[in-house]
């Protein structure tokens, strides 16, 4: 599939968060209801197009580039990665193209994990009708569930917590300043072929793919060991659709199951893909957030969703 190819009328914008340029995209009618979707890393707004296409014919769909990522600016020193900057980005693309209007929200990767601090944040909630998870934890939950299960006398615990470990290896690379972008300069010109490889994904290389690699480094470097070491305790009672595809070799299903300490009103829906593979399955995950919308707004439960206690 083409994750670039657009049949419904794009609009591109361009919002200013700071000193940041961010270029944000929307589609569908704006009177219909707004679903704002935020990408992950390596990518840009681009491999939400295959789901935000569908999600088009019933929602006004907000996309953008995160800052390091596609047309948008690209600072340079990684203290302004930092998740309260990301927030801040989230808020001035609402302020700018959906003012006084609350969305669903829905993030992949980074593009969860950072708008988890915008979930979890009192004064933003109010801006927040629902949101769709994907592959991305909150780096505090993550915090203090490792820190449970490394000091746990349980050994089934604490094999959690290693076999986690093994999976987020490329974490502690990343804070390496060199050896990380020199590894993307040779990677990112081969990014469809990692897909295809490790997840059956047929996709092509977007212009700023090694960009993207390079500059996205600089959310892990931000926020990570911060986070982790010194995790904060981050509420809400919003509703949360949990997807968790089962298949993910980088973000284990047991990382969300604490979720219900942090999140109280909560949903989960396991599924068989990969990290990757549900962006690119634009029918199946746009029916699903469609349909968890509906259950916000109607209350009638969304078919095969699990709440949790």
Sequence with gaps: MNARLNK???TRHTVT???????????????????????????????WNPVAERLAEKFYVVTYDVRGAGASSRPRRFMDYTLDKLSADL?????????????HLVGHDWGSIQTWESVTTAHLQYRISSYTTISGPCLDHVGFWMRERLLS?????????????????????FQLPLFA?????????????????????????SPTQT??????????????????????ERYTGKPV???????DNYVRPQLFEDITL????TWRRDVEAGHWTLLHEGDRLAGWITDFIAQVETGKKAEGLRKLA
């Design 17 to 47: 968060s700071g000193s940041v340029k961010l270029m944000a995209y929307t589609r569908g009618n704006p009177a219909h209801t707004p679903v704002v979707l935020v990408h992950g890393y390596p990518d840009n707004h681009e491999v």
């Design 211 to 232: 960009k993207d690699g390079i500059f996205g480094i600089n959310l892990y470097r931000a926020n990570f060991l911060p986070r982790l070491f010194g995790p904060r």
């Design 91 to 103: 808020v001035a693309v609402l302020d700018e193209l959906l003012p006084g209007r609350a969305v």
């Design 241 to 247: 659709q949990l997807i968790v595809p089962q298949a």
């Design 8 to 10: 419904t009328p794009v």
């Design 153 to 173: 006398t349980s050994p089934a615990q604490l094999k959690k917590a290693l076999t986690q470990l093994a999976s987020s290896w490329y974490i502690m690379a």
């Design 262 to 265: 942090w999140a109280h009103n």
């Design 181 to 205: 972008p020199t590894v993307w300069r040779a990677l990112g010109p081969f990014w469809p072929q990692v897909l295809k490889r490790t997840e059956n994904i047929d996709s092509e290389r």
